[in-house]
């Protein structure tokens, strides 16, 4: 089981990025998600998240700006980010609890991080 993240790059102040989060391997099902991300110099911390029901939270930063989203079938995640500040920039990493075949419990994963710089 796997978590691979996508859709991260260079954009100005004010404009957009979509980033994609895809869970993959033998699951049986994807719990709660999110997306969270590492700046310079600054600790890790929740950007979004969802649950399997659709049930979303935003940091207080994001709110309105941002926009997150799945898709149970195909256990993806997306993040879609406007209004995009500097401060935005990070590495982005997608979470997820899933529950792999074979295994009594779902266990958590992090995906690669992806990155996203914004310029002033």
């Known amino acids: 089981v796997q978590l691979q993240a996508s859709g991260g790059g260079l954009v100005q102040a004010g404009g957009s990025l979509k980033l994609s989060c895809r869970a993959s391997g033998s699951i049986l099902e994807v719990n709660n998600m999110g997306w969270y991300r590492r700046a310079p110099g600054k600790q890790r911390e929740k950007v979004a998240t969802?649950?399997?029901?659709?049930?979303?939270d935003y940091a207080d930063s994001v709110k309105g700006r941002f926009a997150i989203s799945r898709d149970n079938a195909d256990h993806t995640m997306t993040l879609q980010m406007n209004i995009l500040r500097p401060e935005d920039t990070a590495v982005y990493y997608c979470?997820?609890?899933?529950?792999?075949?074979?295994?009594?419990?779902?266990?958590?994963?992090w995906g690669q991080g992806t990155q996203v710089t914004v310029s002033s």
């Open positions: 979470n997820a609890d899933i529950w792999a075949a074979g295994k009594p419990d779902p266990s958590n994963h």
């Open positions: 969802i649950t399997f029901a659709g049930i979303t």
